[in-house]
């Protein structure tokens, strides 16, 4: 076998002094199936153009041939760290579509769980973070936390990644004693144990020296670049659409928003970092304060789960139609388009339904935060090196999942 | 959200491109013809301070029930969602794009962000953005043909893409290769 | 006869010292796991005993693939320079009185111009392999290697001050039987520099930068597999097995301890080597990697200003000693 294979890239005039890589699909710190296209000189990048869409699945299309209920496992293949979130954006969403009413245990249970994949989420995205800078133990130490997390949503809704727990109107189970037990132990160790990461962090030189000026985006540009999320915030621009436009039941929760002031990746560590703190308050008062009563609405088109006592599982009838049927039957339903947006851990995450009065959705487009995020790494990976790229791509918290749709 | 004023003053600047304004479910939605829309996102931006670009994305509208039929709809529409952090007021633009001449001033220019939404809505829809610095597909494949969310390209597909098939072809040719017949070839 | 029993010897050394760096990978992965609240091997033999043992038949047998497009004679060499120089730096150490294989007058020199071979090795892997990582990890760590040589030849400059001798086993005689004999004490800041700079010599955390896993893939051993990149894993180890000896002889004081052992000499300089040995394991487990132009800031406008400072120094308290 004398196979020769040319990989010369044909080199532009004014290029030839340039070293072209490609960062990726398979690379150890581009979190799935990033390709960045870098031209380098010597080890500062020069051009820096990430390419987008391995993971391209078709939701959007795939959208508008499934009904309302169909689509909500959609979302959980967004954000697969945050599913949780995920499923409460798409059902807030929709609800508003479709005017349903949400029960009070229910919307205090979405907080919770939202809080929960917050958590999770974040808790990943600090492990593979350090990892990506070097720190190796501070990698498993956040997934020993995070396992606990995972084993709570296990028990919950019988899943750990891909939950699908929510319900247009309400949730799909309600929580257990044992639930409430784990948890509440969980928030009452997870502060201590936040600490010692940030000992071993947050007081390391060599972390400050690779984190202060690196990445730094002012608020204005960070608005332009459509940043969202803890990488807005750590801007110094006070944007939480928890705050801005309250879900769920944010209303009732007692919680700040951490705000930056430089915009550089280590804002933005410490922005996600006491974020973290504030989930954790907010699931101490969603424990303290978890109202009784239904967890799913009366008007809910919640079909096939028996959780609504009264209504009968009819088997006989194929799930899609008897689907297709309930939402058809709605007089609320009808024709119109709207945009509802929920923090998810990765910044804002929005649901754009254009409804034509049918089962499904006319078009649903899903403003996923990793997407923009990702075109934000152009402008600001530019003229920083090699190993400030993988510090920006870790700080911005992209989930290729999320950004590919 | 209440009413924010905005509707008003867009159609006194903007009398000949605002087309029909409306409410639903609270949220503020203005179409408008795609002819100023780089001035009325730069009115929405400067004079509205609205800074936050929620999202841009394209809608086919030719099976929509509300569209058919009427004068002001056309064959496709550019959605703008607007958000202003400071008085927490929103908005939505529709701008209309006819089939025939399917393209649209590019918002790159006061939102650098928009760049991979307005590539996105190119590369699923086919909306060609004027002024835009670097119009590629962006989820799909670079020779792939055919934008995926008009209405007319079917769910599954059409054929299989180019590059699957070649991969297809070397797997296949990759599970013939014997590695002893390989060796004795080098000898 | 006297060819045969030096025969011997190496034939021993070579056998201890690869069973020792088999258990170094051993002891290695079971410190991190144990400071990672996780086990660390735990299936072949009692508490994965027999893990560097599998691992070594597994990449043996394993297919040593070459890329087509490698510069074929020099890939294949560039792992055997490597281990050969960090191998043959081997036969000078020191381990007790007496108990090394070529006891030269040069020895310190020796060993520098062995390392700085290894080096070689990476280079070259870097640019044999016809591969952009390897060929960056190969940039880097020859910038690295050149940098930090200077630095860790400094430091030593005032260990050959006070001992008068480029010798091993004469430097640890210099250093006598007493714990304020040791060139630690009277050469703290050398001591610093040494440290450091070793770390950077070996390629390890914080200054892994030519085999950064999360930059460069795996840096200069990306396109090696089976044998040829378990090579430079083994030289990797006899190099922190080298560093940490020179670091041992020069300011630890060698094989001399709190007492005698009789029938064991060289156990008192295994036990330091050892510590020095757990220190690198621990940083590796603790700190994050440097970047790697402030890699180069602190090797030139830190570490080589200092340990000349330390020569200087050194040269005028002996003067004003006289």
Redesign the interface.
Same mark, same amino acid.
């Given at each position: 076998m004398s196979r020769k294979i040319s990989f010369n890239c044909p080199v532009q005039a004014g290029d030839e002094d340039r070293y072209r890589i490609q960062m990726g699909p398979q690379h150890p710190a581009t979190h799935g199936v990033l390709r960045v296209d870098l031209d380098l000189d010597g080890e500062i990048i020069r051009k820096c153009n990430p390419h987008v869409g391995y993971l391209h699945r078709g939701f959007e299309k795939l959208a508008e041939h499934r009904t309302y209920v169909q689509n909500l496992v959609l979302t959980d293949r967004l954000d697969y760290m945050a599913a949780m979130a995920n499923n409460v954006g798409y059902c807030e969403a929709v609800e508003k579509l479709l005017a349903i009413e949400v029960p009070q245990r229910s919307r205090y249970l979405r907080t919770m769980v939202c809080e929960m994949a917050r958590l999770a989420s974040h808790l990943l995205w600090l492990a593979t973070h350090a990892l990506d800078i070097g720190a190796m133990t501070v990698f498993l130490y956040c997934f020993r936390e995070r396992e606990e997390l995972l084993e709570i949503f296990a028990e919950l809704c019988g899943s750990r990644l891909t939950n699908t727990y929510t319900r247009l109107g309400g949730v799909r189970q309600d929580v257990t004693h044992s639930i409430m037990m784990k948890l509440e132990k969980f928030v009452d160790s997870f502060p201590s144990n936040l600490e010692e990461y940030e000992t071993l962090i947050d007081t390391n030189r060599i972390w400050l020296k690779r984190t202060i000026d690196v990445g730094t985006v002012g608020a204005d540009e960070a608005v332009g670049l459509c940043l969202t999320g803890a990488s807005l915030r750590g801007s110094g621009v006070d944007y939480d659409i928890r705050k801005h436009f309250p879900y769920a039941a944010y209303d009732f929760m007692d919680f700040e928003v951490p705000l930056g002031e430089t915009g550089d990746t280590y804002a933005r560590y410490r922005c996600r970092i006491e974020e973290m703190l504030q989930s954790n308050s907010i699931l101490r008062q969603c424990i303290e304060r978890m109202p009784p009563g239904p967890i799913i609405g009366d008007d809910a088109p919640d079909l096939i789960m028996p959780n609504k006592p009264g209504r009968k599982v009819e088997v006989d009838v194929p799930a899609q139609q008897s689907l297709i049927k309930l939402v058809e039957d709605r007089e609320t339903f009808m024709e119109g388009d709207v945009y509802v947006a929920t923090e998810v851990p990765k910044g804002e995450l929005g649901f754009y339904f254009v409804s034509d009065g049918n089962g499904t959705p006319y078009r649903m487009h899903i403003r996923s935060p990793s997407f923009l995020h990702i075109s934000a790494l152009k402008t600001m990976a530019k003229g920083s090196m090699l190993a400030d790229l993988i510090a920006i791509i870790g700080t911005l918290d992209v989930v290729l999942g999320e950004c590919d749709r | 959200m209440e009413s924010t004023g905005i509707i008003p003053r867009l159609e006194v600047s903007y009398p000949d491109d605002v087309l029909h304004s409306y409410q639903y479910c609270g949220q503020d939605v203005v179409l408008t013809r795609k002819k100023h829309i780089l001035d009325i996102c730069s009115f929405i931006r400067d004079q509205c301070a609205m800074n936050h670009l929620m999202f841009l994305c394209a809608v086919d509208n030719s099976r929509r029930k509300e569209a058919i039929g009427k004068n002001e709809y056309e064959r496709f529409e550019v959605v703008y969602q607007f958000y202003s952090m400071t008085t927490k007021h929103s908005i939505r633009i529709r701008a209309q794009v006819p089939d025939d001449d399917c393209s649209i001033e590019s918002i790159t220019s006061l939102w650098p962000g928009a760049d991979c939404l307005e590539r996105e809505c190119f590369d699923l829809m086919g909306i060609h953005f004027s002024s835009h610095p670097d119009l590629r597909r962006i989820l799909m494949p670079e020779d792939w043909k055919g934008h995926p969310l008009r209405k007319e390209y079917p769910l599954r597909g059409i054929g299989e893409w180019a590059g699957y098939e070649t991969l297809k072809e070397k797997s296949l040719e990759l599970r013939t290769f014997d590695y002893r017949s390989s060796q004795k070839g080098n000898e | 006869m006297q060819i045969l029993i030096l025969l011997i010897q190496i034939a021993i050394l070579v056998a201890v010292v690869l069973l020792h760096v088999a258990y170094a990978t051993y002891f290695e992965r079971k410190i991190?796991g144990h400071? !990672?609240? +996780?086990m660390g091997p735990m299936l072949v033999g009692w508490h994965g005993l027999l893990q560097p043992i599998a691992d070594g038949i597994k990449s043996f047998f394993k297919e040593d693939i070459i890329p087509? !497009?490698a510069d074929k004679s020099l890939f294949l060499a560039a792992p055997i320079i490597c281990l050969a120089a960090m191998m043959v730096s081997l036969s000078v150490l020191p381990f007790a009185k007496g108990w090394a294989l070529a006891d030269i007058n040069v020895g310190l020199l020796f060993i520098f111009a062995m390392s700085s071979l290894a080096s070689y090795g990476i280079i070259l892997a870097g640019w044999a392999s016809n591969s952009? &990582?390897t060929l960056?990890g190969g940039i880097r760590s020859m910038a690295q290697v050149i940098s930090y040589e200077i630095a860790i030849g400094l430091s030593l400059v005032g260990v050959m001050m006070l001992s008068g001798t480029l010798n091993l086993s004469q430097i640890v005689e210099a250093q006598g039987n007493s714990f304020f004999g040791m060139f630690i004490i009277s050469q703290p800041v050398a001591f610093f520099v040494f440290f450091i700079a070793m770390l950077a010599e070996t390629n390890r955390?914080?200054f892994? @930068?030519p085999e #950064?896993?999360?930059?460069l893939?795996s840096g200069y051993i990306t396109e090696y597999s089976g044998m040829r990149y378990a090579m430079f894993f083994m030289a990797e180890y006899i190099g922190m097995f080298v560093m940490a000896s020179i670091g041992v002889v020069c300011f630890l004081g060698g094989w001399y301890g709190p007492f005698a052992v009789p029938l064991f000499p060289p156990i008192w300089f295994i036990l330091k080597v050892y510590f020095i040995m757990f220190l690198f394991i621990w940083i +590796? #487990?603790? @700190?994050? +990697? &440097? +970047? &790697?132009? !402030?890699l180069m800031a602190i090797g030139w406008k830190l570490l080589i200003p200092l340990s000349l400072g330390n020569i200087f120094i050194t040269g005028l308290a002996m003067t004003l000693a006289q």
């Open positions: - | - | 991190i400071m !990672q609240v +996780r087509d !497009q952009k &990582y960056l955390v914080p892994d @930068l #950064a896993e999360t930059e893939v +590796r #487990a603790t @700190l994050p +990697r &440097y +970047r &790697y132009d !402030q």
